[in-house]
Protein backbone atom coordinates (compact mmCIF):
# COMPACT_ATOMS: atom_id res chain seq x y z
CA UNK A 1 0.00 0.00 0.00
CA UNK A 2 0.98 3.26 -0.63
CA UNK A 3 2.18 5.15 2.30
CA UNK A 4 0.09 8.29 3.96
CA UNK A 5 -3.37 7.44 5.32
CA UNK A 6 -6.67 9.73 4.86
CA UNK A 7 -8.61 10.05 8.04
CA UNK A 8 -12.60 9.99 6.67
CA UNK A 9 -15.68 10.41 9.05
CA UNK A 10 -18.48 8.74 8.35
CA UNK A 11 -22.15 9.12 9.54
CA UNK A 12 -22.68 5.94 12.08
CA UNK A 13 -26.34 6.05 13.54
CA UNK A 14 -26.16 8.84 15.94
CA UNK A 15 -22.66 8.96 16.22
CA UNK A 16 -19.55 9.06 13.70
CA UNK A 17 -17.11 6.35 12.57
CA UNK A 18 -13.36 7.62 12.53
CA UNK A 19 -11.56 5.36 9.66
CA UNK A 20 -8.71 5.73 7.66
CA UNK A 21 -7.32 4.73 4.10
CA UNK A 22 -4.31 5.00 1.95
CA UNK A 23 -3.96 8.22 0.75
CA UNK A 24 -2.97 7.02 -2.52
CA UNK A 25 -5.74 4.37 -2.81
CA UNK A 26 -8.58 7.01 -2.39
CA UNK A 27 -9.73 7.88 -5.39
CA UNK A 28 -12.99 9.53 -4.21
CA UNK A 29 -14.92 10.94 -0.69
CA UNK A 30 -18.99 10.65 -2.19
CA UNK A 31 -20.90 12.89 -0.23
CA UNK A 32 -24.55 14.69 -0.90
CA UNK A 33 -24.22 18.46 -0.62
CA UNK A 34 -25.07 20.35 2.39
CA UNK A 35 -27.17 23.82 2.01
CA UNK A 36 -24.70 26.60 2.87
CA UNK A 37 -27.32 28.91 4.60
CA UNK A 38 -29.91 26.82 6.31
CA UNK A 39 -33.61 29.08 5.71
CA UNK A 40 -36.91 29.10 8.26
CA UNK A 41 -38.31 26.15 7.91
CA UNK A 42 -42.18 27.58 8.67
CA UNK A 43 -41.59 30.04 6.47
CA UNK A 44 -40.66 27.58 3.66
CA UNK A 45 -43.80 25.61 4.20
CA UNK A 46 -45.87 29.07 4.55
CA UNK A 47 -44.79 29.91 1.15
CA UNK A 48 -45.06 26.69 -0.44
CA UNK A 49 -48.72 26.49 0.78
CA UNK A 50 -50.04 29.68 -0.26
CA UNK A 51 -48.54 28.40 -3.85
CA UNK A 52 -49.45 25.07 -4.33
CA UNK A 53 -48.52 23.00 -7.39
CA UNK A 54 -51.14 21.54 -9.59
CA UNK A 55 -53.72 22.90 -6.89
CA UNK A 56 -55.81 25.13 -5.47
CA UNK A 57 -54.75 26.61 -1.86
CA UNK A 58 -56.32 23.98 0.49
CA UNK A 59 -57.21 26.53 3.08
CA UNK A 60 -60.08 27.73 1.03
CA UNK A 61 -61.82 24.13 0.66
CA UNK A 62 -61.92 23.49 4.11
CA UNK A 63 -65.38 24.45 5.81
CA UNK A 64 -66.40 24.07 9.67
CA UNK A 65 -66.74 20.48 10.92
CA UNK A 66 -65.11 18.73 8.15
CA UNK A 67 -62.59 16.27 8.66
CA UNK A 68 -59.20 16.61 7.95
CA UNK A 69 -56.02 13.54 7.53
CA UNK A 70 -52.68 14.09 7.68
CA UNK A 71 -50.05 11.31 6.75
CA UNK A 72 -46.86 11.72 8.44
CA UNK A 73 -43.79 9.31 7.70
CA UNK A 74 -42.29 7.49 10.60
CA UNK A 75 -39.46 7.30 12.65
CA UNK A 76 -37.21 5.68 9.79
CA UNK A 77 -37.41 9.07 8.00
CA UNK A 78 -35.50 12.46 8.65
CA UNK A 79 -39.03 14.88 7.46
CA UNK A 80 -38.41 17.31 10.07
CA UNK A 81 -42.86 16.42 10.78
CA UNK A 82 -42.45 18.39 14.13
CA UNK A 83 -41.85 21.74 12.21
CA UNK A 84 -43.86 21.43 9.47
CA UNK A 85 -47.13 20.45 11.25
CA UNK A 86 -48.02 23.60 12.98
CA UNK A 87 -47.46 25.81 10.87
CA UNK A 88 -49.39 23.27 7.94
CA UNK A 89 -52.46 23.50 10.40
CA UNK A 90 -52.23 27.07 11.19
CA UNK A 91 -52.32 28.11 7.24
CA UNK A 92 -55.05 25.82 7.09
CA UNK A 93 -56.82 27.80 9.84
CA UNK A 94 -58.31 23.87 11.56
CA UNK A 95 -58.88 25.89 15.03
CA UNK A 96 -60.83 28.96 13.56
CA UNK A 97 -62.81 25.96 11.28
CA UNK A 98 -63.41 23.18 13.96
CA UNK A 99 -61.63 20.91 11.81
CA UNK A 100 -61.41 17.05 13.09
CA UNK A 101 -57.68 16.37 12.55
CA UNK A 102 -56.53 12.82 12.60
CA UNK A 103 -52.62 12.50 12.13
CA UNK A 104 -51.35 8.48 10.57
CA UNK A 105 -48.13 7.70 11.26
CA UNK A 106 -47.69 5.95 7.59
CA UNK A 107 -45.49 3.24 9.33
CA UNK A 108 -45.49 0.75 5.81
CA UNK A 109 -44.88 -2.93 7.23
CA UNK A 110 -42.37 -1.39 10.12
CA UNK A 111 -42.47 -1.76 13.50
CA UNK A 112 -45.12 0.32 15.52
CA UNK A 113 -43.77 3.92 17.07
CA UNK A 114 -43.96 4.68 20.80
CA UNK A 115 -45.79 7.11 22.44
CA UNK A 116 -42.63 8.57 22.66
CA UNK A 117 -41.64 8.24 19.99
CA UNK A 118 -44.28 9.52 18.29
CA UNK A 119 -44.11 12.92 20.87
CA UNK A 120 -40.79 13.12 19.16
CA UNK A 121 -41.68 13.19 15.76
CA UNK A 122 -44.88 14.84 15.78
CA UNK A 123 -43.62 17.80 18.32
CA UNK A 124 -45.13 17.45 21.95
CA UNK A 125 -48.12 20.33 21.37
CA UNK A 126 -49.29 18.80 18.74
CA UNK A 127 -48.92 15.29 20.17
CA UNK A 128 -51.12 16.30 22.83
CA UNK A 129 -54.05 18.51 20.97
CA UNK A 130 -54.90 16.29 18.04
CA UNK A 131 -55.63 12.78 17.96
CA UNK A 132 -52.04 10.83 16.41
CA UNK A 133 -52.54 6.93 15.62
CA UNK A 134 -49.98 4.26 13.90
CA UNK A 135 -51.58 2.67 10.85
CA UNK A 136 -51.75 -1.33 11.48
CA UNK A 137 -51.09 -2.81 8.00
CA UNK A 138 -51.87 -5.75 9.40
CA UNK A 139 -55.40 -5.56 11.12
CA UNK A 140 -58.12 -6.77 8.74
CA UNK A 141 -60.51 -4.09 10.11
CA UNK A 142 -57.96 -0.64 9.95
CA UNK A 143 -58.47 -1.92 5.84
CA UNK A 144 -60.35 -1.66 3.20
CA UNK A 145 -60.61 -2.54 0.00
CA UNK A 146 -60.12 -0.81 -3.27
CA UNK A 147 -60.49 -3.13 -6.14
CA UNK A 148 -56.93 -3.75 -8.22
CA UNK A 149 -55.10 -1.30 -10.21
CA UNK A 150 -54.47 -1.45 -14.04
CA UNK A 151 -51.70 -3.71 -13.47
CA UNK A 152 -53.25 -6.23 -10.90
CA UNK A 153 -52.12 -4.71 -7.32
CA UNK A 154 -54.72 -4.98 -5.05
CA UNK A 155 -55.47 -1.68 -3.42
CA UNK A 156 -56.21 -2.10 0.14
CA UNK A 157 -55.70 0.90 2.28
CA UNK A 158 -56.29 2.46 6.11
CA UNK A 159 -60.45 2.91 6.30
CA UNK A 160 -59.41 6.32 7.61
CA UNK A 161 -58.84 7.78 4.34
CA UNK A 162 -61.75 7.01 3.21
CA UNK A 163 -63.75 9.11 5.62
CA UNK A 164 -61.70 12.02 5.37
CA UNK A 165 -62.78 15.11 3.35
CA UNK A 166 -58.84 16.00 3.21
CA UNK A 167 -56.09 13.81 2.80
CA UNK A 168 -52.59 15.36 2.93
CA UNK A 169 -49.21 13.42 3.14
CA UNK A 170 -45.76 15.11 4.93
CA UNK A 171 -42.84 13.53 4.08
CA UNK A 172 -39.35 14.42 1.97
CA UNK A 173 -37.97 13.35 -1.46
CA UNK A 174 -34.87 11.37 -1.29
CA UNK A 175 -33.48 8.53 -3.41
CA UNK A 176 -35.19 5.27 -3.03
CA UNK A 177 -33.63 2.05 -3.72
CA UNK A 178 -37.21 0.56 -5.33
CA UNK A 179 -38.72 3.63 -6.38
CA UNK A 180 -36.77 5.80 -7.63
CA UNK A 181 -37.10 8.78 -5.05
CA UNK A 182 -39.49 9.15 -2.13
CA UNK A 183 -42.39 11.41 -1.27
CA UNK A 184 -45.09 11.93 -3.58
CA UNK A 185 -47.64 9.08 -3.29
CA UNK A 186 -45.35 7.02 -1.44
CA UNK A 187 -46.53 8.40 1.73
CA UNK A 188 -49.91 6.15 1.05
CA UNK A 189 -48.11 3.49 -0.34
CA UNK A 190 -46.36 2.04 1.39
CA UNK A 191 -47.38 4.47 3.95
CA UNK A 192 -50.65 3.45 4.39
CA UNK A 193 -51.86 0.00 2.55
CA UNK A 194 -51.87 -3.12 3.99
CA UNK A 195 -49.36 -5.68 2.93
CA UNK A 196 -51.06 -7.52 -0.04
CA UNK A 197 -50.52 -4.04 -1.49
CA UNK A 198 -47.03 -3.59 -0.54
CA UNK A 199 -45.99 -6.44 -1.22
CA UNK A 200 -47.13 -7.11 -4.71
CA UNK A 201 -45.13 -3.29 -5.46
CA UNK A 202 -42.06 -4.71 -3.70
CA UNK A 203 -42.49 -7.84 -5.97
CA UNK A 204 -42.87 -5.43 -9.08
CA UNK A 205 -39.38 -3.99 -8.35
CA UNK A 206 -38.07 -7.49 -7.61
CA UNK A 207 -39.07 -8.31 -11.12
CA UNK A 208 -37.07 -4.91 -12.09
CA UNK A 209 -34.09 -5.81 -14.89
CA UNK A 210 -32.45 -3.46 -13.60
CA UNK A 211 -32.49 -0.96 -9.93
CA UNK A 212 -35.16 1.79 -10.04
CA UNK A 213 -32.29 4.24 -7.83
CA UNK A 214 -32.53 7.76 -8.90
CA UNK A 215 -34.95 6.77 -11.71
CA UNK A 216 -38.24 9.49 -11.37
CA UNK A 217 -40.49 7.68 -13.42
CA UNK A 218 -40.35 3.80 -13.36
CA UNK A 219 -42.95 0.35 -13.15
CA UNK A 220 -43.00 0.83 -9.49
CA UNK A 221 -43.62 4.53 -9.30
CA UNK A 222 -46.34 4.24 -12.06
CA UNK A 223 -48.14 1.71 -9.74
CA UNK A 224 -47.49 3.92 -6.52
CA UNK A 225 -49.07 6.83 -7.97
CA UNK A 226 -51.97 4.97 -8.85
CA UNK A 227 -52.81 4.07 -5.58
CA UNK A 228 -52.67 7.17 -3.75
CA UNK A 229 -54.76 8.77 -6.45
CA UNK A 230 -57.36 5.85 -5.67
CA UNK A 231 -57.18 6.32 -2.09
CA UNK A 232 -57.89 9.76 -2.30
CA UNK A 233 -54.61 11.66 -1.30
CA UNK A 234 -55.55 15.57 -2.25
CA UNK A 235 -51.53 16.31 -1.69
CA UNK A 236 -48.81 16.51 -0.18
CA UNK A 237 -45.81 19.08 1.15
CA UNK A 238 -42.44 17.05 0.88
CA UNK A 239 -39.10 18.51 2.43
CA UNK A 240 -36.17 18.03 -0.06
CA UNK A 241 -33.02 17.70 2.46
CA UNK A 242 -29.59 18.13 2.45
CA UNK A 243 -27.12 15.22 4.11
CA UNK A 244 -27.23 16.84 7.16
CA UNK A 245 -31.58 16.62 7.51
CA UNK A 246 -31.59 20.18 6.85
CA UNK A 247 -34.30 21.76 5.02
CA UNK A 248 -33.39 23.16 1.30
CA UNK A 249 -36.44 23.50 -0.27
CA UNK A 250 -40.17 22.78 0.13
CA UNK A 251 -42.97 21.76 -2.17
CA UNK A 252 -46.61 21.43 -2.10
CA UNK A 253 -49.49 21.08 -4.25
CA UNK A 254 -51.11 17.82 -6.23
CA UNK A 255 -49.06 14.91 -5.65
CA UNK A 256 -47.36 14.08 -9.14
CA UNK A 257 -46.54 17.62 -9.54
CA UNK A 258 -44.86 18.27 -6.30
CA UNK A 259 -43.33 15.27 -6.73
CA UNK A 260 -41.85 15.87 -10.52
CA UNK A 261 -40.84 19.57 -8.99
CA UNK A 262 -39.28 17.99 -5.76
CA UNK A 263 -37.19 15.49 -7.57
CA UNK A 264 -35.38 18.24 -9.91
CA UNK A 265 -34.78 19.84 -6.48
CA UNK A 266 -33.41 16.41 -5.21
CA UNK A 267 -31.39 15.78 -7.92
CA UNK A 268 -28.83 18.60 -7.32
CA UNK A 269 -27.87 17.38 -3.92
CA UNK A 270 -28.44 13.64 -3.58
CA UNK A 271 -27.14 12.67 -7.21
CA UNK A 272 -23.23 12.66 -6.57
CA UNK A 273 -20.51 11.92 -9.37
CA UNK A 274 -17.87 9.90 -8.85
CA UNK A 275 -14.48 9.44 -11.75
CA UNK A 276 -14.53 5.42 -12.17
CA UNK A 277 -15.70 2.03 -10.90
CA UNK A 278 -13.47 0.95 -7.71
CA UNK A 279 -12.22 -1.73 -6.66
CA UNK A 280 -13.22 -1.03 -3.47
CA UNK A 281 -16.21 0.51 -1.88
CA UNK A 282 -16.51 1.66 1.87
CA UNK A 283 -20.28 2.49 2.48
CA UNK A 284 -22.02 4.08 5.38
CA UNK A 285 -25.72 3.14 5.10
CA UNK A 286 -26.62 6.17 6.66
CA UNK A 287 -29.54 7.70 7.15
CA UNK A 288 -30.84 4.12 6.91
CA UNK A 289 -29.51 2.44 10.13
CA UNK A 290 -32.06 0.97 12.24
CA UNK A 291 -31.82 -2.51 11.27
CA UNK A 292 -30.67 -4.05 8.14
CA UNK A 293 -34.11 -3.80 6.61
CA UNK A 294 -33.39 0.01 6.11
CA UNK A 295 -29.68 -0.51 5.90
CA UNK A 296 -29.69 -2.89 2.57
CA UNK A 297 -30.50 0.13 0.82
CA UNK A 298 -26.63 1.60 0.82
CA UNK A 299 -25.96 -1.54 -1.35
CA UNK A 300 -28.16 -0.54 -4.09
CA UNK A 301 -25.59 2.50 -4.12
CA UNK A 302 -22.27 0.58 -3.66
CA UNK A 303 -23.34 -1.79 -6.61
CA UNK A 304 -23.40 1.13 -9.09
CA UNK A 305 -19.69 1.95 -8.43
CA UNK A 306 -17.46 -1.07 -7.81
CA UNK A 307 -15.98 -3.33 -10.22
CA UNK A 308 -17.07 -6.71 -10.89
CA UNK A 309 -15.18 -8.89 -8.24
CA UNK A 310 -14.66 -6.30 -6.39
CA UNK A 311 -15.00 -5.78 -3.09
CA UNK A 312 -18.18 -3.85 -0.94
CA UNK A 313 -17.65 -2.83 2.84
CA UNK A 314 -20.79 -2.49 4.31
CA UNK A 315 -20.91 -0.16 7.57
CA UNK A 316 -24.61 0.25 9.59
CA UNK A 317 -25.26 0.12 13.31
CA UNK A 318 -28.60 -1.99 12.82
CA UNK A 319 -29.35 -1.74 16.64
CA UNK A 320 -32.86 -3.65 15.97
CA UNK A 321 -31.12 -6.31 14.02
CA UNK A 322 -31.90 -7.82 10.28
CA UNK A 323 -35.78 -6.43 10.80
CA UNK A 324 -37.77 -5.40 13.62
CA UNK A 325 -40.62 -7.48 12.44
CA UNK A 326 -40.52 -11.02 13.18
CA UNK A 327 -42.53 -12.35 10.09
CA UNK A 328 -39.85 -10.40 7.97
CA UNK A 329 -37.04 -11.95 10.08
CA UNK A 330 -38.84 -15.79 9.29
CA UNK A 331 -38.76 -14.96 5.38
CA UNK A 332 -35.25 -13.38 5.41
CA UNK A 333 -34.06 -17.04 6.75
CA UNK A 334 -36.20 -18.86 4.53
CA UNK A 335 -34.48 -17.18 1.28
CA UNK A 336 -31.07 -18.08 2.94
CA UNK A 337 -28.62 -19.26 0.23
CA UNK A 338 -30.98 -18.93 -2.55
CA UNK A 339 -29.09 -17.28 -5.91
CA UNK A 340 -30.62 -13.78 -7.01
CA UNK A 341 -31.51 -15.55 -10.19
CA UNK A 342 -33.90 -18.28 -7.91
CA UNK A 343 -35.18 -16.10 -5.64
CA UNK A 344 -38.36 -15.54 -7.05
CA UNK A 345 -39.33 -18.77 -8.11
CA UNK A 346 -37.91 -20.25 -4.77
CA UNK A 347 -40.08 -17.94 -2.58
CA UNK A 348 -43.20 -19.20 -4.87
CA UNK A 349 -41.83 -22.78 -4.08
CA UNK A 350 -41.55 -21.94 -0.58
CA UNK A 351 -44.86 -20.28 -0.43
CA UNK A 352 -43.91 -16.92 0.42
CA UNK A 353 -45.78 -14.35 0.47
CA UNK A 354 -43.46 -11.33 1.56
CA UNK A 355 -41.82 -10.20 -1.20
CA UNK A 356 -40.75 -7.37 0.63
CA UNK A 357 -38.50 -9.20 2.44
CA UNK A 358 -37.92 -10.46 -1.39
CA UNK A 359 -36.32 -7.49 -2.66
CA UNK A 360 -33.57 -7.29 0.97
CA UNK A 361 -32.98 -11.03 0.10
CA UNK A 362 -32.32 -10.34 -3.95
CA UNK A 363 -29.80 -6.83 -3.73
CA UNK A 364 -27.80 -8.94 -1.14
CA UNK A 365 -27.75 -11.75 -3.47
CA UNK A 366 -26.42 -9.22 -6.26
CA UNK A 367 -23.84 -7.67 -4.22
CA UNK A 368 -22.18 -11.33 -2.80
CA UNK A 369 -22.62 -12.10 -7.08
CA UNK A 370 -20.92 -9.39 -8.02
CA UNK A 371 -18.31 -8.48 -5.54
CA UNK A 372 -16.79 -9.68 -1.90
CA UNK A 373 -19.42 -8.52 0.40
CA UNK A 374 -18.56 -7.80 4.02
CA UNK A 375 -20.45 -6.27 6.52
CA UNK A 376 -18.98 -4.10 9.77
CA UNK A 377 -21.35 -3.40 12.22
CA UNK A 378 -22.09 -3.06 16.68
CA UNK A 379 -25.18 -5.19 16.31
CA UNK A 380 -25.53 -7.49 13.62
CA UNK A 381 -24.07 -11.10 14.56
CA UNK A 382 -22.31 -13.37 12.40
CA UNK A 383 -25.49 -15.70 12.12
CA UNK A 384 -26.90 -12.69 10.88
CA UNK A 385 -24.71 -11.70 8.33
CA UNK A 386 -24.98 -15.16 6.95
CA UNK A 387 -28.42 -15.27 6.68
CA UNK A 388 -27.76 -13.00 3.66
CA UNK A 389 -24.91 -14.54 2.38
CA UNK A 390 -22.30 -12.19 3.27
CA UNK A 391 -19.30 -11.80 5.41
CA UNK A 392 -19.01 -10.20 9.07
CA UNK A 393 -15.60 -8.13 9.79
CA UNK A 394 -15.24 -6.71 13.28
CA UNK A 395 -13.69 -3.20 12.26
CA UNK A 396 -13.22 -1.14 8.88
CA UNK A 397 -9.33 -1.95 9.30
CA UNK A 398 -10.30 -5.95 8.89
CA UNK A 399 -12.34 -5.65 6.27
CA UNK A 400 -9.78 -2.93 4.10
CA UNK A 401 -6.70 -5.71 5.06
CA UNK A 402 -9.26 -8.25 3.23
CA UNK A 403 -10.07 -6.51 0.80
CA UNK A 404 -6.55 -5.41 -0.45
CA UNK A 405 -5.17 -9.40 0.09
CA UNK A 406 -7.72 -10.02 -2.68
CA UNK A 407 -7.58 -6.77 -4.82
CA UNK A 408 -3.93 -5.93 -4.46
CA UNK A 409 -1.66 -2.89 -2.74
CA UNK A 410 -2.64 -0.75 -5.74
CA UNK A 411 -6.71 -1.13 -5.63
CA UNK A 412 -9.00 2.28 -5.65
CA UNK A 413 -11.00 2.80 -2.62
CA UNK A 414 -14.22 4.96 -3.30
CA UNK A 415 -15.96 6.05 0.26
CA UNK A 416 -19.87 7.02 -0.10
CA UNK A 417 -20.62 8.45 3.25
CA UNK A 418 -24.38 8.46 2.89
CA UNK A 419 -25.32 5.12 0.96
CA UNK A 420 -28.67 5.01 2.64
CA UNK A 421 -30.05 7.84 0.43
CA UNK A 422 -27.58 8.92 -2.11
CA UNK A 423 -27.02 8.60 -5.89
CA UNK A 424 -23.65 7.88 -7.51
CA UNK A 425 -23.29 8.66 -10.60
CA UNK A 426 -19.74 7.58 -13.02
CA UNK A 427 -18.92 10.86 -14.51
CA UNK A 428 -17.85 9.24 -17.83
Known amino acids: MTAGWTPISLPYGRARMEISVPAGNLLAVASPLSVATPRDVAAQVRQALRGPLGTTPWASGLRGGEHLLLLVDDNTRPTPVDQILPTLLEELEVERKRVHVTILIALGTHRKMTPAEICTKVGL ?66 GICGKETTYATHLLAARCP ?146 AALCVSDVAARCRELAWTTVVSDHLTADDVAVLGLRRAATVDEALARAFERQGAQARIIVLTHGGEMVPVLAS
Do not use: M
Open 125 to 190: EVANTYTVLNHDWDDEAALVDLGTTANGTPIRVNRLSQKADLCLGIGSILPHNLAGWSGGGKIVQP
Open 210 to 355: TSNLGKPRNPVRSEIDEVARRAGLSGVVNTVLDRDATVAHVVAGEPRAAYQQGVELARGIWEVPVPALADIVIVSSYPADIDFWQANKALYAAERVVKRGGDIILVTPCPEGLSSQREHVVSLKALEGVPSRDLFHGARRRGLGDY
